[in-house]
């Protein structure tokens, strides 16, 4: 693929992230009056701003919508390309004060996730790319780490998972973990080399993961289901079972080591 087949795209989410710090500069992370969704997931004023902002600069005529903060607009289905968004990734951690949150944006073009950004105001970190340009962090060049060995290689883990104690059997791994919010924040860390790899097993939303996603595959990292398949967007059902995301090097080493974590389908 050319470069400029994404460049306007890239344009369009770079602006989006300029447009969204002016809504973050309304709020102080730590003191964020928050409302609770069903499911016990927290939503702030804060993400709803964010979410008609990212729409505003995005969305063009003939493109579909998915976004956390958005009606599920089905006619997204049969639009080759869709906007996927979380306005507001690691919520939680907003509400919280702790600087582990994000816009995520990605552009999914049948079915696969094409170009990405990440933007975290708190350390002031960008990530945004596309597949035919590569990616770059906070404006300089950056590919995904070239780490050909589990032994030593960093793993952010969620923050939340490992509070549930659902990384207690990966103790003993060769690889160190790091909890951390955000798993858009995490994907990007990945696919700018600053960490080896992430993965959870646990459900996610499309929404979660698909602008890390397009960055890690564009930065040229590995993205795969649990199930060892790649990763497909805008489904009917955008909840999927957990990711895996890597530099190049350790895909099967992972995928092997894994493999025995990984409970059957039910």
Known sequence: ??????????????????????????????????????????????????????????????????????????????????????????????VAGIPEFCVSVAMVERGKPVAGGIYNPATNET??????????????????????SLDGALVLASRSETKRGEWKEFESAPFKIQPMGSVAYKLARVAAGLADITFTLVPKHEWDIAGGAALVLSSGGRVRTKWKAELACNRQNPKLGGLIACGPLLEDQLMNYLAPHIKPVE
């Not at 990530?127 to 050909?148: C, D, K, M, W």
């Open 127 to 148: 990530f945004v790319g596309s597949i035919a340009s590569g990616i770059t962090y906070n404006g300089e060049p950056a590919h995904a780490s070239q780490r050909n």
């Open 1 to 94: 693929m050319q470069t400029s087949h994404y460049s306007d795209v890239v344009a369009r989410i770079q602006s989006a992230i300029e447009a969204s710090k002016t809504v973050f500069s309304r709020f102080t992370p730590g003191e964020i009056a928050a409302e609770y969704k069903a499911g016990h997931d927290p939503v702030t004023e804060a993400d709803r701003e964010l979410d008609e902002v990212l729409r505003k600069n995005l969305l063009r005529d003939g493109e579909g919508w998915l976004s956390e903060e958005s009606a599920d607009d089905k006619s997204r289905l049969f639009k080759s390309r869709v906007w996927v968004v979380d306005p507001l990734d690691g919520t939680r951690e907003f």
